[in-house]
């Protein structure tokens, strides 16, 4: 069985930066498929936000390009979400999945975290 425990988040004004972390308790052999997604407020949908798939390559959605940077710490068993220039429109809710597809189904899912982003 896995946890995914996650923190950082909270509001920001547009612009600013704010950091994810998730840590895995439990045993996880390995940190493919593992990174973040988010749901906008009205949405079902879990959208794919940046998550390892295997080893070291990484899967990006476009509007995170050139502003999101995922990477993980393999001793604390963490996987980090570095966001800059945040904007409004990122405003939702982040969770942090293990195992899942890239539509956002399956896995190990994290409680999930808040973003605020006012303008």
């Known amino acids: 069985q896995v946890q995914l425990v996650e923190s950082g988040g909270g509001s920001a004004q547009a612009g600013t930066s704010l950091r994810l972390s998730c840590q895995a308790v439990?045993?996880?052999?390995?940190?493919?498929?593992m990174g973040w997604f988010r749901q906008s407020a009205g949405k079902q949908q879990r959208d794919l936000v940046a998550r390892f798939t295997t080893g070291e390559d990484i899967d990006v959605a476009d509007f995170a390009k050139g502003r999101f940077i995922i990477s993980k710490d393999i001793g604390a068993h963490t996987v980090h979400l570095q966001m800059d220039n945040l904007q409004p429109e990122d405003t939702g809710r982040y969770y942090c999945?293990?195992?899942?597809?890239?539509?956002?189904?399956?896995?190990?899912w994290g409680e999930g975290i808040q973003v605020t982003v006012s303008a």
């Open positions: 999945n293990k195992g899942g597809a890239r539509r956002g189904v399956g896995g190990y």
């Open positions: 439990g045993i996880i052999p390995n940190f493919d498929r």
